[in-house]
């Protein structure tokens, strides 16, 4: 499975934007998706998760109400639309799957694949 990210840019704080991830390959064989993102110096961070069959989602305390994660149209990207962004969303956020079920969908290690980070910056 391959995925290709895209959406990231440079907005400022209040602002919005849509991230986009394009899985392609054996895309029949996952059970979810996800974005994480890591800032400088920090530690790579759970944004939100998204079950393919289900379409259950789960997010980070510090975006929940801000972000959504879903279905693009059509249906086969994972969007996530970030609004009301704040500099401390500032990040390089990358886009994983996975091809196991799991009740760790927060962790990195659950995920198989990775894309190659779009970066987001938020101005103040």
């Known amino acids: 499975v391959q995925l290709q990210a895209s959406g990231g840019g440079l907005v400022q704080a209040g602002g919005s934007l849509r991230l986009s991830c394009a899985p392609s390959?054996?895309?029949?064989?996952?059970?979810?998706m996800g974005w994480f993102r890591q800032a400088p110096g920090k530690e790579r961070e759970f944004v939100a998760g998204f079950h393919w069959t289900t379409s259950t989602t789960w997010y980070a305390d510090s975006v929940k109400g801000r972000f959504t994660i879903s279905r693009g149209n059509p249906g086969n990207t994972i969007d996530l639309q970030m609004n009301s962004l704040k500099p401390e969303d500032t990040a390089v956020y990358y886009c994983a799957a996975r091809d196991k079920t799991t009740e760790h969908y927060s962790l990195g290690t659950s995920y198989n694949y990775w894309g190659q980070g779009t970066l987001v910056t938020v101005s103040s």
């Open positions: 390959g054996r895309t029949f064989s996952l059970y979810g």
